[in-house]
């Protein structure tokens, strides 16, 4: 079983950096991972690709380094089994709102007795059923990691009790749906939101797990590490791709080229 990049640089307390990326050509999980990205998000809670997609664009990914850090919806304990089997080193489980249901990730992501994860072992995962199985179930549980999003009121009033799960890693703030369900949307610098940050980065060190949450450049990121931070996200596939195009008109339009834009108010 592979070992993951993530566990191991937390374990040292080093930062971890992770990228999302949407479109679904294997080539692109393959060249990320050769670059030697920590880990990449893959996002099955808002993109409509399935579980045998999933695998193949992991099976990619497993040319180079990086952990595959997957993305179920709300609710989905069934697909996250079928993710982990499928190569994942890592959930995230987005819309987490008390300790009982984190338990209920964990319970889902673990073999016993840490969870009660079914076994098949005829996967990427073992791989296909060449390990022992008592090396199996010890590695897994050790190698898996768990990241619970925390992204509505609700979650910031029990995060100190979600922290203390076990087998919780990671807290992962959600600043856009946290935003949105305290009524601030958008507003990443309300004091309320800070408030919400500060209080995860403090249930975080009391529980001696860590957290995170998405950066949006190095500046920032060197804000959050201050605050404890070692779980950072920045950037997404589509966005570097729109802005590397954009660049490019932005070039060429002085030499008379122009374009007929149908993206409304783009800010690149």
Known sequence: MRPSVVKAKLARNEPVLVTCLHLTDPSLYEMT???????????LEHHAYSVETANALMR????????????????????????????????????????????EVVRWCKFHPLGTRGIDGGNPDMPYCSMPLTDYLREANEQTFVVVQIEDPTAVEN???????????????????????????????????????????????AAGVHWGMPCGSAEHAKKLMQLGARYLAHGCDLLMVMQGMTRVQQEFAPLGFTFDKRIAGLKI
């Open 60 to 103: 990619a990914a497993r040319v180079g380094v990086s952990d595959i850090m997957a993305r179920p919806a709300k609710g989905e304990f069934m697909r996250m089994s079928r993710l982990l089997e499928a190569g994942a080193q890592g959930i995230m489980y987005p819309r987490c709102e008390s300790a009982a249901e984190a338990a």
């Open 159 to 205: 995060v100190e009790a979600i922290a203390r799960v076990p087998g919780v890693d990671i807290l992962f703030i959600g600043p856009a749906d946290l935003s949105i369900l305290s009524g601030i949307a958008g507003q990443y610098d309300h004091p309320r939101m800070q408030t919400s940050i500060e209080r995860v980065a403090a249930a975080a060190r």
């Open 33 to 43: 991972s050769l670059l030697g990205y920590d880990a990449i998000w893959m996002d």
